[in-house]
Protein backbone atom coordinates (compact mmCIF):
# COMPACT_ATOMS: atom_id res chain seq x y z
CA UNK A 1 0.00 0.00 0.00
CA UNK A 2 2.82 2.49 0.38
CA UNK A 3 3.98 2.31 -2.79
CA UNK A 4 0.76 2.84 -4.13
CA UNK A 5 0.29 5.64 -1.82
CA UNK A 6 3.97 7.23 -3.26
CA UNK A 7 2.06 7.02 -6.88
CA UNK A 8 -1.24 8.45 -5.81
CA UNK A 9 1.44 11.38 -4.65
CA UNK A 10 3.11 11.96 -7.29
CA UNK A 11 0.21 11.66 -9.65
CA UNK A 12 -1.89 14.39 -7.39
CA UNK A 13 1.19 16.98 -6.91
CA UNK A 14 2.40 16.65 -10.36
CA UNK A 15 -1.29 17.79 -11.80
CA UNK A 16 -2.22 20.38 -8.57
CA UNK A 17 1.06 21.98 -9.35
CA UNK A 18 0.59 23.01 -13.15
CA UNK A 19 -0.61 26.41 -14.46
CA UNK A 20 -3.08 24.37 -15.82
CA UNK A 21 -4.83 22.90 -13.29
CA UNK A 22 -4.47 26.48 -11.85
CA UNK A 23 -5.85 28.12 -14.72
CA UNK A 24 -9.01 25.59 -15.12
CA UNK A 25 -9.85 25.98 -11.58
CA UNK A 26 -10.17 30.01 -11.81
CA UNK A 27 -11.87 29.49 -15.12
CA UNK A 28 -14.72 27.22 -13.27
CA UNK A 29 -15.77 29.69 -11.14
CA UNK A 30 -15.82 32.68 -13.69
CA UNK A 31 -17.61 30.80 -16.08
CA UNK A 32 -20.10 30.13 -12.74
CA UNK A 33 -20.18 33.78 -12.11
CA UNK A 34 -21.00 34.64 -16.15
CA UNK A 35 -23.69 32.31 -16.24
CA UNK A 36 -25.46 33.93 -12.53
CA UNK A 37 -24.93 37.49 -13.64
CA UNK A 38 -25.47 37.03 -17.49
CA UNK A 39 -28.97 36.03 -17.71
CA UNK A 40 -29.67 39.45 -14.75
CA UNK A 41 -27.63 41.60 -16.82
CA UNK A 42 -29.15 40.77 -20.06
CA UNK A 43 -32.71 41.59 -18.21
CA UNK A 44 -31.74 45.26 -17.46
CA UNK A 45 -29.72 46.32 -20.75
CA UNK A 46 -31.97 47.51 -23.57
CA UNK A 47 -30.78 46.15 -27.03
CA UNK A 48 -29.81 48.98 -29.61
CA UNK A 49 -32.96 50.12 -31.41
CA UNK A 50 -32.90 49.06 -34.86
CA UNK A 51 -33.45 51.18 -37.73
CA UNK A 52 -36.85 49.88 -39.84
CA UNK A 53 -38.29 51.44 -43.11
CA UNK A 54 -41.60 50.00 -43.21
CA UNK A 55 -43.34 49.94 -47.40
CA UNK A 56 -46.54 50.85 -47.30
CA UNK A 57 -47.71 49.92 -50.48
CA UNK A 58 -51.69 50.28 -50.00
CA UNK A 59 -52.03 49.04 -46.39
CA UNK A 60 -53.45 51.85 -45.26
CA UNK A 61 -54.47 52.41 -41.21
CA UNK A 62 -52.36 49.10 -40.74
CA UNK A 63 -49.02 50.51 -42.16
CA UNK A 64 -49.58 53.74 -39.08
CA UNK A 65 -50.41 51.17 -36.64
CA UNK A 66 -47.71 49.13 -37.14
CA UNK A 67 -45.44 52.20 -37.05
CA UNK A 68 -47.10 53.15 -33.47
CA UNK A 69 -46.88 50.23 -32.05
CA UNK A 70 -43.28 48.95 -33.47
CA UNK A 71 -42.00 52.72 -32.06
CA UNK A 72 -43.71 52.16 -28.36
CA UNK A 73 -41.70 48.37 -28.31
CA UNK A 74 -38.90 50.37 -27.83
CA UNK A 75 -36.61 47.99 -30.27
CA UNK A 76 -37.58 49.69 -33.48
CA UNK A 77 -37.32 53.48 -35.09
CA UNK A 78 -39.95 53.09 -37.97
CA UNK A 79 -39.86 55.37 -40.70
CA UNK A 80 -42.93 55.07 -42.71
CA UNK A 81 -42.36 55.56 -46.99
CA UNK A 82 -45.25 54.91 -49.32
CA UNK A 83 -45.24 53.60 -52.04
CA UNK A 84 -46.65 51.96 -55.23
CA UNK A 85 -47.10 48.49 -56.06
CA UNK A 86 -45.73 48.58 -59.75
CA UNK A 87 -42.79 50.06 -58.12
CA UNK A 88 -42.06 47.41 -56.05
CA UNK A 89 -39.12 45.84 -57.29
CA UNK A 90 -37.24 49.40 -57.70
CA UNK A 91 -38.18 49.94 -54.04
CA UNK A 92 -37.12 46.68 -52.92
CA UNK A 93 -33.40 47.46 -54.36
CA UNK A 94 -33.14 51.09 -53.31
CA UNK A 95 -33.64 49.68 -49.67
CA UNK A 96 -31.56 46.62 -50.00
CA UNK A 97 -28.52 48.97 -51.00
CA UNK A 98 -29.34 51.32 -47.95
CA UNK A 99 -29.25 48.57 -45.73
CA UNK A 100 -25.95 47.06 -47.75
CA UNK A 101 -24.38 50.57 -46.63
CA UNK A 102 -25.94 50.56 -43.28
CA UNK A 103 -27.89 53.10 -43.41
CA UNK A 104 -30.80 51.14 -42.38
CA UNK A 105 -31.25 48.05 -40.04
CA UNK A 106 -33.99 46.76 -42.42
CA UNK A 107 -37.27 47.03 -44.06
CA UNK A 108 -40.66 45.96 -43.11
CA UNK A 109 -43.12 45.42 -46.82
CA UNK A 110 -46.72 45.15 -45.93
CA UNK A 111 -49.67 45.83 -48.80
CA UNK A 112 -53.26 46.12 -49.23
CA UNK A 113 -53.20 41.72 -49.65
CA UNK A 114 -51.72 41.54 -46.20
CA UNK A 115 -54.81 41.59 -44.56
CA UNK A 116 -56.12 38.70 -46.50
CA UNK A 117 -53.04 37.12 -47.27
CA UNK A 118 -51.28 37.58 -43.81
CA UNK A 119 -48.07 37.76 -45.66
CA UNK A 120 -45.91 40.48 -44.03
CA UNK A 121 -41.75 40.31 -45.40
CA UNK A 122 -38.87 41.70 -43.18
CA UNK A 123 -35.80 42.10 -45.31
CA UNK A 124 -32.94 43.35 -42.50
CA UNK A 125 -28.96 43.05 -41.88
CA UNK A 126 -29.62 41.21 -38.41
CA UNK A 127 -32.41 38.36 -39.14
CA UNK A 128 -30.94 36.45 -36.15
CA UNK A 129 -31.55 37.84 -33.37
CA UNK A 130 -34.68 35.78 -31.32
CA UNK A 131 -35.45 38.89 -29.31
CA UNK A 132 -36.27 41.29 -31.75
CA UNK A 133 -37.88 38.75 -34.25
CA UNK A 134 -40.51 37.95 -31.54
CA UNK A 135 -40.92 41.67 -31.05
CA UNK A 136 -41.33 41.70 -34.76
CA UNK A 137 -43.73 38.86 -35.15
CA UNK A 138 -45.93 39.60 -32.17
CA UNK A 139 -46.57 43.22 -33.22
CA UNK A 140 -47.48 42.69 -36.42
CA UNK A 141 -49.71 39.49 -36.05
CA UNK A 142 -51.36 41.81 -33.00
CA UNK A 143 -51.79 44.88 -35.46
CA UNK A 144 -53.06 42.70 -38.44
CA UNK A 145 -55.73 41.09 -35.78
CA UNK A 146 -57.19 44.67 -34.88
CA UNK A 147 -57.12 46.00 -38.32
CA UNK A 148 -59.51 42.82 -39.16
CA UNK A 149 -61.75 42.92 -36.12
CA UNK A 150 -62.02 46.59 -37.15
CA UNK A 151 -63.17 45.97 -41.02
CA UNK A 152 -65.49 43.55 -39.05
CA UNK A 153 -67.44 45.82 -37.08
CA UNK A 154 -66.07 44.14 -33.80
CA UNK A 155 -64.45 46.25 -30.99
CA UNK A 156 -60.55 45.32 -30.26
CA UNK A 157 -60.56 46.10 -26.88
CA UNK A 158 -63.34 42.93 -26.02
CA UNK A 159 -61.29 40.41 -27.56
CA UNK A 160 -57.76 41.63 -26.43
CA UNK A 161 -59.39 41.58 -22.77
CA UNK A 162 -60.46 38.16 -23.59
CA UNK A 163 -56.68 37.13 -25.09
CA UNK A 164 -55.12 38.97 -22.16
CA UNK A 165 -51.84 37.30 -21.07
CA UNK A 166 -51.71 34.38 -18.90
CA UNK A 167 -48.63 33.15 -17.19
CA UNK A 168 -47.87 29.63 -16.24
CA UNK A 169 -45.90 28.85 -13.54
CA UNK A 170 -44.01 25.30 -13.19
CA UNK A 171 -43.14 24.21 -10.04
CA UNK A 172 -41.89 20.61 -9.19
CA UNK A 173 -43.49 18.44 -6.65
CA UNK A 174 -40.68 16.29 -4.40
CA UNK A 175 -41.48 13.59 -1.72
CA UNK A 176 -41.34 16.89 0.77
CA UNK A 177 -44.45 18.05 -0.88
CA UNK A 178 -44.51 21.13 -3.55
CA UNK A 179 -41.15 23.57 -3.60
CA UNK A 180 -40.37 26.84 -5.07
CA UNK A 181 -38.24 25.32 -7.86
CA UNK A 182 -39.59 26.31 -11.13
CA UNK A 183 -39.56 24.26 -14.51
CA UNK A 184 -36.77 26.37 -15.72
CA UNK A 185 -34.51 26.04 -12.71
CA UNK A 186 -35.10 22.62 -12.54
CA UNK A 187 -34.29 21.84 -16.29
CA UNK A 188 -30.64 24.49 -15.69
CA UNK A 189 -29.93 22.10 -12.66
CA UNK A 190 -30.11 18.60 -14.80
CA UNK A 191 -28.25 20.05 -17.88
CA UNK A 192 -25.56 21.56 -15.59
CA UNK A 193 -25.12 18.62 -13.84
CA UNK A 194 -24.68 16.34 -16.78
CA UNK A 195 -22.83 18.38 -18.63
CA UNK A 196 -20.62 18.74 -15.51
CA UNK A 197 -20.31 15.21 -15.03
CA UNK A 198 -19.04 14.25 -18.65
CA UNK A 199 -16.39 17.33 -18.35
CA UNK A 200 -14.74 15.64 -15.61
CA UNK A 201 -14.43 12.00 -16.23
CA UNK A 202 -13.68 12.89 -19.87
CA UNK A 203 -10.86 14.86 -18.81
CA UNK A 204 -9.40 13.41 -16.15
CA UNK A 205 -9.93 10.16 -17.62
CA UNK A 206 -7.92 10.97 -20.99
CA UNK A 207 -5.51 12.72 -18.38
CA UNK A 208 -4.74 9.02 -16.89
CA UNK A 209 -4.03 7.98 -21.04
CA UNK A 210 -1.59 10.07 -21.31
CA UNK A 211 0.32 9.73 -18.00
CA UNK A 212 0.50 5.81 -18.90
CA UNK A 213 1.22 6.41 -22.87
CA UNK A 214 3.92 9.31 -21.71
CA UNK A 215 5.47 7.24 -19.87
CA UNK A 216 5.68 4.38 -22.17
CA UNK A 217 7.00 6.49 -24.71
CA UNK A 218 10.28 7.72 -22.51
CA UNK A 219 10.52 3.86 -21.04
CA UNK A 220 9.92 5.37 -17.79
CA UNK A 221 7.54 2.88 -17.22
CA UNK A 222 9.97 0.13 -17.29
CA UNK A 223 12.09 1.49 -14.36
CA UNK A 224 8.32 1.80 -12.36
CA UNK A 225 7.71 -1.74 -13.14
CA UNK A 226 11.00 -3.27 -11.94
CA UNK A 227 9.79 -1.45 -8.06
CA UNK A 228 5.72 -2.38 -7.87
CA UNK A 229 3.67 -4.41 -9.93
CA UNK A 230 1.39 -3.05 -12.61
CA UNK A 231 -1.93 -3.09 -10.88
CA UNK A 232 -0.37 -1.03 -8.00
CA UNK A 233 0.74 1.61 -10.39
CA UNK A 234 -2.50 1.40 -12.61
CA UNK A 235 -4.47 2.20 -9.24
CA UNK A 236 -2.19 4.98 -8.13
CA UNK A 237 -2.47 6.59 -10.94
CA UNK A 238 -6.09 6.12 -11.11
CA UNK A 239 -6.70 7.31 -7.76
CA UNK A 240 -4.23 10.06 -7.78
CA UNK A 241 -5.59 11.71 -10.73
CA UNK A 242 -8.97 11.05 -9.34
CA UNK A 243 -8.04 13.03 -6.20
CA UNK A 244 -7.11 15.94 -8.80
CA UNK A 245 -10.77 15.98 -10.03
CA UNK A 246 -12.37 15.66 -6.89
CA UNK A 247 -10.47 18.04 -5.28
CA UNK A 248 -10.94 20.33 -8.36
CA UNK A 249 -14.60 19.96 -8.20
CA UNK A 250 -14.67 20.81 -4.81
CA UNK A 251 -13.43 24.00 -5.33
CA UNK A 252 -16.01 25.10 -7.69
CA UNK A 253 -18.86 23.28 -5.22
CA UNK A 254 -17.79 25.54 -2.32
CA UNK A 255 -17.47 28.23 -5.25
CA UNK A 256 -20.62 27.99 -6.46
CA UNK A 257 -22.52 28.11 -3.64
CA UNK A 258 -20.94 31.12 -2.56
CA UNK A 259 -22.03 32.80 -5.64
CA UNK A 260 -25.34 31.59 -5.64
CA UNK A 261 -25.67 32.34 -1.95
CA UNK A 262 -24.38 35.52 -2.20
CA UNK A 263 -25.76 36.46 -5.58
CA UNK A 264 -27.57 39.58 -4.98
CA UNK A 265 -24.61 41.10 -3.43
CA UNK A 266 -22.19 40.24 -6.35
CA UNK A 267 -25.02 41.40 -8.86
CA UNK A 268 -24.93 44.89 -6.56
CA UNK A 269 -21.44 45.10 -7.72
CA UNK A 270 -22.92 45.21 -11.47
CA UNK A 271 -25.82 47.85 -10.91
CA UNK A 272 -28.25 45.14 -11.10
CA UNK A 273 -31.81 46.02 -9.48
CA UNK A 274 -32.90 43.60 -7.24
CA UNK A 275 -36.13 42.78 -9.43
CA UNK A 276 -33.69 41.62 -12.14
CA UNK A 277 -32.07 39.30 -9.55
CA UNK A 278 -35.43 38.15 -8.83
CA UNK A 279 -36.62 37.67 -12.54
CA UNK A 280 -34.00 34.85 -12.75
CA UNK A 281 -34.59 31.96 -10.68
CA UNK A 282 -31.56 29.51 -9.84
CA UNK A 283 -32.05 25.72 -9.14
CA UNK A 284 -31.63 24.42 -5.73
CA UNK A 285 -29.18 22.06 -5.02
CA UNK A 286 -29.89 19.71 -2.18
CA UNK A 287 -27.59 17.61 0.01
CA UNK A 288 -28.93 14.39 -1.77
CA UNK A 289 -28.52 15.86 -5.59
CA UNK A 290 -24.65 16.59 -4.26
CA UNK A 291 -23.99 12.90 -2.75
CA UNK A 292 -25.11 11.16 -5.96
CA UNK A 293 -23.40 13.43 -8.34
CA UNK A 294 -19.83 12.91 -5.98
CA UNK A 295 -21.08 8.85 -5.88
CA UNK A 296 -21.39 8.85 -9.70
CA UNK A 297 -18.67 11.11 -10.64
CA UNK A 298 -16.00 8.54 -8.16
CA UNK A 299 -17.69 5.25 -10.13
CA UNK A 300 -18.10 6.55 -13.60
CA UNK A 301 -14.68 7.93 -13.03
CA UNK A 302 -12.70 4.68 -11.79
CA UNK A 303 -14.82 2.72 -14.64
CA UNK A 304 -13.91 5.11 -17.70
CA UNK A 305 -10.48 5.99 -16.03
CA UNK A 306 -9.59 1.90 -15.70
CA UNK A 307 -10.85 2.09 -19.68
CA UNK A 308 -8.37 4.80 -20.25
CA UNK A 309 -5.66 3.68 -19.04
CA UNK A 310 -6.24 0.23 -21.69
CA UNK A 311 -5.70 2.39 -24.17
CA UNK A 312 -3.21 4.56 -23.19
CA UNK A 313 -1.17 1.05 -22.21
CA UNK A 314 -1.87 -0.48 -25.85
CA UNK A 315 -0.72 1.78 -28.20
CA UNK A 316 2.34 3.91 -29.22
CA UNK A 317 1.77 6.90 -30.30
CA UNK A 318 -0.51 9.86 -29.70
CA UNK A 319 -1.98 9.37 -33.06
CA UNK A 320 -2.42 5.76 -31.99
CA UNK A 321 -4.09 7.15 -28.76
CA UNK A 322 -6.24 9.48 -30.56
CA UNK A 323 -7.95 6.62 -32.75
CA UNK A 324 -7.79 4.20 -30.22
CA UNK A 325 -9.84 6.01 -27.99
CA UNK A 326 -12.88 6.25 -29.86
CA UNK A 327 -14.77 3.67 -28.73
CA UNK A 328 -14.42 5.24 -25.41
CA UNK A 329 -15.33 8.81 -25.92
CA UNK A 330 -18.47 7.07 -27.90
CA UNK A 331 -19.68 5.94 -24.82
CA UNK A 332 -19.77 9.33 -23.40
CA UNK A 333 -21.17 11.64 -25.94
CA UNK A 334 -24.18 8.73 -25.83
CA UNK A 335 -24.68 9.17 -22.38
CA UNK A 336 -24.52 13.39 -22.75
CA UNK A 337 -27.15 12.73 -25.76
CA UNK A 338 -28.84 10.36 -23.79
CA UNK A 339 -29.42 13.14 -21.03
CA UNK A 340 -31.43 14.90 -23.28
CA UNK A 341 -33.84 12.80 -23.42
CA UNK A 342 -33.67 12.23 -18.95
CA UNK A 343 -33.77 15.76 -18.79
CA UNK A 344 -37.57 16.03 -21.07
CA UNK A 345 -38.59 12.79 -19.37
CA UNK A 346 -37.07 11.70 -16.43
CA UNK A 347 -39.65 8.71 -15.79
CA UNK A 348 -39.37 7.64 -19.46
CA UNK A 349 -38.47 3.88 -20.40
CA UNK A 350 -34.96 5.56 -21.94
CA UNK A 351 -34.12 7.14 -19.20
CA UNK A 352 -34.60 4.52 -16.77
CA UNK A 353 -32.65 1.68 -18.77
CA UNK A 354 -29.85 4.22 -19.77
CA UNK A 355 -30.01 5.11 -16.20
CA UNK A 356 -28.76 1.48 -15.27
CA UNK A 357 -26.24 0.63 -17.78
CA UNK A 358 -23.39 0.93 -15.93
CA UNK A 359 -21.76 3.02 -19.15
CA UNK A 360 -24.33 5.41 -19.25
CA UNK A 361 -25.48 5.60 -15.75
CA UNK A 362 -22.69 7.75 -14.14
CA UNK A 363 -24.18 11.24 -16.09
CA UNK A 364 -27.96 10.02 -16.82
CA UNK A 365 -28.77 8.89 -13.09
CA UNK A 366 -27.61 12.41 -11.64
CA UNK A 367 -29.60 14.15 -14.43
CA UNK A 368 -32.81 12.20 -13.60
CA UNK A 369 -32.21 12.85 -9.77
CA UNK A 370 -31.80 16.59 -10.49
CA UNK A 371 -35.12 16.82 -12.20
CA UNK A 372 -37.08 14.32 -10.54
CA UNK A 373 -38.05 11.81 -7.37
CA UNK A 374 -36.19 8.49 -8.72
CA UNK A 375 -37.63 5.09 -6.89
CA UNK A 376 -34.84 4.56 -3.92
CA UNK A 377 -34.62 0.87 -5.22
CA UNK A 378 -33.92 2.06 -8.64
CA UNK A 379 -30.84 3.86 -7.40
CA UNK A 380 -30.02 1.32 -5.70
CA UNK A 381 -29.68 -0.70 -8.10
CA UNK A 382 -28.03 1.39 -10.45
CA UNK A 383 -25.04 2.00 -7.88
CA UNK A 384 -25.03 -1.51 -7.44
CA UNK A 385 -25.19 -2.54 -11.05
CA UNK A 386 -22.04 0.42 -11.29
CA UNK A 387 -19.93 -1.01 -8.39
CA UNK A 388 -19.95 -4.66 -9.38
CA UNK A 389 -19.16 -3.42 -13.62
CA UNK A 390 -16.83 -1.11 -12.45
CA UNK A 391 -14.80 -4.20 -10.20
CA UNK A 392 -15.07 -5.79 -13.29
CA UNK A 393 -13.85 -3.65 -15.69
CA UNK A 394 -10.18 -2.45 -13.19
CA UNK A 395 -9.51 -5.80 -12.31
CA UNK A 396 -9.94 -7.01 -16.67
CA UNK A 397 -8.35 -3.49 -16.91
CA UNK A 398 -4.96 -4.40 -14.79
CA UNK A 399 -4.87 -7.38 -16.70
CA UNK A 400 -4.41 -5.59 -19.97
CA UNK A 401 -1.96 -3.48 -19.17
CA UNK A 402 0.36 -5.75 -17.35
CA UNK A 403 0.92 -6.87 -20.75
CA UNK A 404 0.64 -3.47 -22.57
CA UNK A 405 2.93 -1.48 -21.22
CA UNK A 406 5.92 -3.22 -21.64
CA UNK A 407 4.22 -4.24 -25.36
CA UNK A 408 6.00 -1.96 -28.35
CA UNK A 409 5.25 -1.81 -32.25
CA UNK A 410 2.26 -2.62 -33.84
CA UNK A 411 -0.82 -1.73 -32.09
CA UNK A 412 -2.99 -4.69 -30.71
CA UNK A 413 -6.16 -6.19 -31.83
CA UNK A 414 -9.37 -6.37 -29.94
CA UNK A 415 -8.69 -9.78 -29.94
CA UNK A 416 -5.45 -9.64 -28.35
CA UNK A 417 -6.62 -7.45 -25.98
CA UNK A 418 -9.20 -9.72 -24.88
CA UNK A 419 -6.45 -12.84 -24.89
CA UNK A 420 -4.78 -10.71 -22.59
CA UNK A 421 -7.23 -10.24 -20.09
CA UNK A 422 -8.14 -14.05 -20.38
CA UNK A 423 -4.57 -15.23 -19.86
CA UNK A 424 -2.37 -12.81 -17.50
Known amino acids: ?????????????????????????????????????????????????NRVVLVDEGAGSLAQRLRTQLGRS??????????????????????????????????????????????????????????????????????VVVERLNRRGIDPA???????????????????????????????????VGLILYMIILLYGMNVMRSVLEEKQTRIIEVLVSSLRPFQLMLGK??????????????????????????????????????????????AVGGSLVAVAGAYFLLGYLLYSALFAVVGASVNTDSEAQQAQQPVMMLLVFSLITSFAALSDPGGQLAVMTSLVPFSAPIIMPVRVATSDVPQQQLALSLAIMAVTSL???????????????????RPSMRELWRWARQS
Open 1 to 49: MHKVWAVVRREFLERVRTKWFLISTILGPLFLIAISILPSLLATKAGRV
Open 392 to 410: VVVWGAARIYRIGILMYGK
Open 158 to 192: VVQEAQARIDLRTFRITRRGATGESGEATFFLGYT
Open 74 to 143: GRFSIVVLAALPERHDATIDSLTGQVRLQAIDGFLLVSGATMEAGMVEYRGRNVSSLRDMAVLESTVRQS
Open 238 to 283: VIGVGGVGLFQFSIWSVVGYGIVHYRRQILSWFHVSAEAVNAVHLP
